[in-house]
């Protein structure tokens, strides 16, 4: 079974710094999932990836898969950021193994 | 479309009652997932369909928890006799069936066992 370590735990930081959450894990993988829950509990998909990196709007994941390791980065950080970032991978077909996440806090 | 519905969105019960949570994928699409998320263990798979088959129910936690999909856009999880471990948030998500497909989740239900 997958291990998916993410670190760090909890993060916070004042508006506008640049994040890096980080998701180690430690079996091969078909894909890389980075979900984002806000505090009313909604679970949205931001990113899935199986090589390299992507981008949408101020958030960037990239992952290598040599090292089995993937970043998630938001660059001009945002109050409105401020979520559980969930990093999930995926193992065979469908299933999902889960990272505990990381409380990020976006301070004005 | 209206995204992954689910019901109801809380329940508070009794220990020893029946607890059934409920879930209408999104049209089109045929996997679909029950996870389980707890302060202590985060989010698990608790078990997901293809085709409304049973794919994979390794992470059912005991024979207290059943789930079955008799159509295509409809799925239920049931608890019986419910217990004050499972309280938890419920999650059922869904997706187009393939290796690299996303999966939508719905808003969960908030059960609490008393």
């Known amino acids: 079974k997958n291990e998916v370590e993410q670190s760090p735990q909890n993060l916070t930081a004042q508006e506008g710094e640049f994040i890096t959450i980080n998701c180690s894990y430690s079996?091969?993988?078909?894909?890389l999932h980075w979900l984002q829950q806000h505090p009313g509990g909604g679970i949205v998909s931001l990113f899935m990836l199986s090589s390299g990196k992507k981008k949408h709007g101020r958030l960037i994941a990239t992952i290598n898969i040599q090292e089995k390791h993937s970043s998630l980065h938001i660059t001009a950080s945002h109050p409105r950021d401020s979520a559980v970032y969930i990093c999930a991978v995926r193992e065979g077909a469908q299933k999902l193994v889960f990272g505990q996440g990381t409380r990020l806090t976006i301070n004005p | 479309d209206a995204g992954v519905i689910q019901s109801p969105r809380h329940e508070v019960t009794e220990m020893g009652q029946e607890v059934t949570l409920r879930c209408k994928p999104i049209s089109g699409h045929n996997s679909l997932f029950w996870y389980r998320q707890t302060m202590m263990r985060g989010l698990e798979l608790l078990i997901y369909?293809?085709?409304?088959?049973?794919?994979?129910d390794s992470g059912m936690p005991e024979d207290r928890f059943s789930a079955k999909m008799p159509n295509a856009s409809f799925s239920t999880l049931k608890i019986q006799p419910s217990e004050p471990r499972d309280s938890a948030v419920y999650f059922c998500?869904?997706?187009?069936?393939?290796?690299?497909?996303?999966?939508?989740f719905g808003p969960g239900t908030r059960l609490t066992v008393l």
């Open positions: 998500a869904s997706s187009t069936s393939g290796r690299l497909n996303e999966q939508f």
């Open positions: 079996v091969g993988i078909s894909a």
């Open positions: 369909f293809n085709n409304n088959v049973p794919i994979d």
